[in-house]
């Protein structure tokens, strides 16, 4: 077994959330220089397949659009693949300890 990272089995997930459907409940973040796609587009640049990269952004992050986006993705992905999941956004942790990111329509009851 290498212990090189091949961009070909590599399998990308990247979120990128800087602005949210409840802006009274998750503030947004300056869009200049988001590194999403910088990421992105380094990846596809070190040779990963770009139909191995799913990038949801803002709008496109919804709870729903995440987890159909990820079961499919994970389900195409060999078993030997590299996986780089990716998310940049807010969060939070309940009191029982539980934590969770902030999809774009997240609101208190997520």
């Known amino acids: 077994m290498s212990n090189s990272w091949n961009p070909a089995k590599t399998w990308a997930f990247v979120i990128g959330l800087l602005e949210w459907e409840h802006d ?7 869009s200049e220089q ?3 796609e ?6 596809i640049e070190r040779g990963v397949p770009e139909d ?3 990038f949801l952004q803002d709008q496109d992050a919804t709870t729903e659009a995440i987890d159909e986006a990820l079961i ?10 590299t996986l780089l999941l990716y998310y ?3 969060g939070a942790m309940y009191d029982d300890g539980s934590v969770y ?3 774009h329509d997240a609101d208190d009851d997520e």
């Open 38 to 43: 910088h990421l992105v587009d380094l990846l």
């Open 88 to 90: 940049c956004g807010h």
């Open 72 to 81: 499919e993705h994970l389900s195409a992905a060999p078993a030997d693949a």
């Open 24 to 30: 009274d409940i998750y503030s947004s973040f300056p």
């Open 101 to 103: 990111f902030a999809s």
């Open 34 to 36: 988001r590194r999403d």
């Open 52 to 54: 191995q990269i799913c």
